[in-house]
């Protein structure tokens, strides 16, 4: 299996300040044959559902504001909230899809200092 | 508008029985693969079951296979899991999410509100 490690457990960010939270794979999870990276980022509130954020590690899914973005390659990946507003207090989970079982990172809880 | 209803959740004694279901709207049903994740009380995610959108494919967690089984009805656009032989540890917040793809490439673009599974004697 391959195990999502994220980093760190929590964090308290100034409104308007850069959040950047971290995730790292036990193994690759970019796909050579297609050169796509099997890594999305949800972001789950207080007693809500998560929700979807970025996919192929980079690809913000429509409506997500662009203060969010997704990066890395191969097993390091980076989350970052560019101006964190009051709405982004939540935590937020990586999640590889590149092989079964499909695993999720533990989680990086977000508030505001 | 996408929507996903889940029900079925309840309070079971180890080595009972439920079955989830999950009720959705739309959406093409038999274009998305289905699937379960869960999220046991203050704890993380994790995937549970997918389904692929013909119901011709099922993929488990070790977790669970031999004991839960996925399964769909695409003339009544509901998701199902049969969960027998139920643990303590399956007690949890039982989500069910559309995958983007009708093959399960693991994509949730939308998750229903769960329903809350409790196993204790």
Known sequence: DIVMTQSPDSLAVSLGERATINCKSSQTVLYSSNNKTYLTWYQQKAGQPPKLLIYWASTRQSGVPDRFSGSGSETDFTLTISSLQAEDVAVYYCQQYYSTPLTFGGGTKVEIK | ?121
């Open chain 2, 1 to 121: 508008e996408v929507q996903l209803l889940e029900s079925g959740g309840d309070f079971e004694q180890p080595g009972g029985s439920l079955r989830l279901s999950c009720a959705a709207s739309g959406f093409t049903f038999n274009s998305s693969a289905m699937s379960w994740v869960r999220q046991a009380p203050g704890k993380g995610l994790e995937w549970v079951s997918t389904i692929s959108g013909s119901g011709d494919d099922t993929y488990y967690a070790d977790s669970v296979k031999g004991r839960f089984t996925i399964s769909r009805d695409n003339s009544k656009n509901t998701l199902y899991l049969q969960m027998n032989s139920l643990r303590a540890e399956d007690t949890a917040v039982y989500y069910c999410a559309k995958e983007v793809a009708v093959t399960g490439e693991g994509i949730f673009d939308y998750w229903g509100q769960g329903t809350l599974v409790t196993v204790s004697s």
